[in-house]
């Protein structure tokens, strides 16, 4: 207990440089307008931000990128309130609440809730990082090839079944991205599949390039696609966060950074679900019910504690898993990659001062969102009026330039723009990006790990059920996919009702 | 299969079970290519390699898996009723015209970057100019500004061009296209 508090107190003051501060509060700022402007999202601003900080050194880079991350999902909360648009996915929940609030003439405040919320939610997430990275990471020592190739097929599924609304085009999608990872030379033979003689092919698809085209490009084509709309943005008032909604909400903040931190550990779940899924309890728990929709100051704490709860914990399984648990996190995994940390299993025993130094980060993150909270609200008005037409090219040439930068290769453009058509047709049928993202960064630890699971028992298939936690892994995975086959759903059920009769007549 | 309630208040409009029957279509033909391509791939026997480490083992059972989930969602379409018979829906070029423009302007500015030999911060400022003008064109010709429309779009792309290529090269010392 008491070590991880020196080290998290040893690792503030090494970050506490006025250069290492300067770079949080820029990229804060950077992540806020992101995060504020519909259109971009956290994970294309995670991304981009990646690709400008390849060269400078690895705390300072990883430090930049994760208060990119922080500032956006609390940026999306500005014009989720001012316009009635979810800046990110994750802001779409406080549509409800705060714009309704925004009409009653309480912008002002509904702003100083949104970034109450998302400072206590990031803070809740940062103690459970801190608490949980240990215990997880010691956990996932026990795992083998068995444990690993059901947790790679658990995210896919999970996160199929939860970011859209449609669980099977969810999972269709994330069995793509698993395919798509298997493109390239294998790891076992360095045997080339599916490269047909391209050469380029054969280093396999990038995951930036590939995540930049989904989100950055798709995103730009969607955003002109429709015509532009005409906001008006009305006067607003205070945005001092209030300490009386924060003290009569308590029990909301305290339940929703606890929900938003769990559904972030969830691999490929993420922000949006965090919001909706606090929000959901917040409503259910509430006595005041009838607010919600309306103007509620609970609903919009809740909505906004949640997802940025959520983005510690998106964390927590890159640290210990190398599993990533929101399309942000997949970006900052193969960040850390890039800079030659290497999460997972291993990170406790080789680099255990890491898990401190990325909670400090947070902490940095969390200060930049409250100092601009408190002061940049106008100019963030003023660029939330910026018109699409002059945002939208610059942001595509940074998608040509984030892409090239990482291996200086033409060909990672052509993958890009890929990425970008496909993902723009997959998401008008309703494709969830999310499992696309999962599947392409777990696609190679579900190979590896099933052909030498199945090597190491000789092509017996017990041990991938007989051992406990794959077992129990299975058990979720089986679970998951069940829950969605309407005969299965009434025959479990009935099931449960049956197992549960004795205990309710009791 | 059922559709998913937990996001119910995330509004997405509703896709045609046509366009359903259509992606499942795509779906079974790419997982039954996958398979066969697998199949054909080298077991690498001669290495003595075992037959769980075949390279093809994992996209095989991949493209089974794509195919057959394309298969229930094909059902799922038809017993929508995808395959009632109905017009086809005629596509209008010019109601699509900002995706096409934006889409056909990226790819050309993406084009050039890679294969010209021109310097980035032109081709940069001549793409965003280029974007800036076609989609403020409309708005700038109403207000009777279109001159001074033209002048803050190539204003606006010289700086884009100019800022960018001193950001990345000069700043944090990324290489450019």
């Known amino acids: 207990m008491f070590d991880g508090l020196f080290g998290f107190a040893h690792s503030i003051w090494n970050f506490a440089s006025p250069e290492t501060i300067f770079y949080a509060l820029c990229a804060s700022l950077i992540g806020l307008i992101i995060g504020a402007l519909p259109g971009l999202t956290a994970t294309m601003g995670v991304a981009l931000m990646t690709t400008l900080t390849l060269k400078l050194p690895s705390d300072q880079a990883l430090l930049i990128l994760i208060c990119t991350y922080v500032g956006s999902i ?54 459970f990082l801190a608490l949980f990275t240990p215990i997880l990471g010691e956990m996932a020592l026990k795992f083998g090839a068995y444990e690993f190739f059901w947790l790679a097929v658990f995210g896919v599924v999970i996160s199929g079944n939860l970011t ?52 950055g490009f798709a995103e730009v084509l969607n955003v002109m696609k429709d015509k532009p709309q005409k906001f008006i943005i009305n006067t607003y008032d205070t945005v001092v966060p209030k300490i009386k909604d924060v003290v009569q909400y308590w029990r909301t903040i305290i339940r929703s950074g606890l929900i938003g931190t769990f559904i972030g550990i969830v691999p490929g779940v993420g922000e949006d679900v965090a919001a909706w899924s606090s929000y ?73 001062t ?90 190679d630890l579900l ?15 017990t041990p991938f059920f007989g051992r406990p936690i794959a077992f129990v892994i299975f058990l979720l995975v089986l679970f998951t996919i069940l829950m969605n086959v309407p005969v299965a759903r009434r025959v479990l059920g009935q099931g449960t009702a049956l197992l549960l009769r004795p205990f309710r007549r009791a | ?75 799922r379409a038809v017993r929508a009723g995808a395959l009632q018979g109905r017009a086809p829906v005629r596509l209008v070029l010019r109601d699509h015209w900002r995706l096409i423009f ?12 890679v294969s010209s030999s021109m310097p980035f911060w032109l081709v940069t400022a001549i793409y965003v100019s280029a974007f800036v003008i076609v989609f403020q064109y409309a708005e700038r010709r109403a207000a009777g500004q279109v001159p001074r429309g033209i002048a803050v779009a190539v204003v606006h792309g010289v700086l884009a061009g100019w800022a960018i290529q001193y950001v990345f090269e000069e700043l944090f010392l990324v290489r450019l296209p």
């Open chain 1, 354 to 443: 890491f898990v401190y130094d990325v909670v400090a980060m947070m902490l940095f993150a969390s200060i930049g969102i409250l100092i601009y909270g408190l002061t940049l609200t106008k100019l963030l008005v003023k660029i939330l009026l910026v018109p699409r037409a002059l945002v939208m090219p610059v942001i595509f040439v940074l998608c040509t330039v984030g892409s090239y930068a990482i291996a200086a290769r033409p060909f990672d453009i052509l993958v890009m723009l890929v990425f970008g058509i496909v993902g723009l047709v997959m998401r008008g049928l309703n494709y969830p990006m999310a499992p696309l993202v999962l599947g392409i960064v777990l696609g």
């Open chain 1, 164 to 215: 859209g609304t449609d669980p099977l085009k969810g999972w269709i999608a994330g069995f793509i991205g698993l395919f798509i990872a298997a493109i390239g030379q294998e790891g076992m033979y360095a045997y080339d599949r599916f490269t047909f003689g391209v050469h380029d092919l054969s280093g396999g698809i990038a995951l930036i390039p590939a995540l930049v085209g989904v989100f």
């Open chain 1, 74 to 127: 609390y940026g999306g909360s500005r014009s989720a309130i001012l316009l009635n648009i979810p800046g990110t996915p994750a802001s779409a929940a406080s549509c409800l609440d705060g714009h309704a609030l925004a009409k009653q003439g309480l912008a002002g405040r509904a702003m100083g809730i949104a970034t109450s919320g998302s400072i206590l939610g990031t803070w809740i997430g940062m103690f």
């Open chain 1, 280 to 352: 959901a309890a917040a409503r259910r728990a509430s006595k005041e019910k009838e607010k919600f929709g309306k103007g509620s100051v609970e609903g919009l704490m809740a909505a906004e504690t949640g997802d940025n709860a959520c983005v510690p914990g998106a964390v927590i399984p890159v640290l210990t898993l190398a599993v990533p648990g929101s399309a942000p996190a997949a970006v900052l995994l193969a960040a850390m990659l890039i800079h030659g940390v290497r999460p997972g299993p291993m990170i406790m025993v080789e680099n255990p």
């Open chain 1, 447 to 461: 190979d590896k790990s099933l052909r030498r699971g199945l090597s190491l028992s000789d092509g017996d298939l």
């Open chain 2, 1 to 75: 299969m059922d559709q998913n309630p937990v996001q119910s208040t995330a509004a997405e409009p509703a896709v045609p079970p046509r366009a359903d029957f259509w992606s499942a279509v795509v779906w079974i033909v790419l997982g039954f290519a996958i398979v066969v391509i697998s199949l054909r791939m080298d077991r690498l026997e001669r290495f003595q390699a075992s037959i769980y480490t075949a390279p093809g083992l994992v996209p095989g059972l991949l493209g089974f898996a794509i195919a057959l989930m394309g298969g229930i969602l094909m059902l």
């Open chain 2, 102 to 113: 934006s889409l056909g302007l990226s790819l050309v500015y993406a084009l050039v970057i």
